[in-house]
């Protein structure tokens, strides 16, 4: 069984940055690709960004590419999203999950947390 906590959400004007951290616990949590969904008001939930358990292979969705970047510290057992030049279609309930594969990560993940509010202001 793997825990996942959300922090490092807030508000934001429009051009500025967050970052948000994803806490993992559990057995063999290092070994699980990780990943970040967000769900902005009234839409579906969509893929944001994932990183592989050994950080050598990175994804991300266009609307994100090279304003967000996702890094983990395995060390820590923590995933990190960097986000810049936020807008703000941005805004959103920012979640994190786990799974054995970036494909699992972005198909279904088997662990997930609560999510944290992002909120971007024009």
């Known amino acids: 069984q793997v825990q996942v906590v959300e922090s490092g959400g807030g508000s934001v004007q429009a051009g500025g940055s967050l970052r948000l951290s994803c806490a993992a616990s559990g057995r063999a949590v290092r070994r699980y690709a990780m990943g970040w969904f967000r769900q902005p008001p009234g839409k579906e939930r969509e893929f944001v960004a994932a990183?592989?358990?050994?950080?050598?292979?990175?994804a991300y969705s266009d609307s994100v590419k090279g304003r967000f970047t996702v890094s983990r510290d395995n060390a820590k057992n923590t995933v990190y999203l960097q986000m810049n030049s936020l807008k703000p279609e941005d805004t959103a309930v920012y979640s994190c999950n786990a799974a054995n594969s970036i494909a699992a990560v972005r198909v279904r993940g088997d662990y997930w947390g609560q999510g944290t509010q992002v909120t971007v202001s024009s």
């Open positions: 990183i592989s358990w050994t950080a050598g292979i990175t």
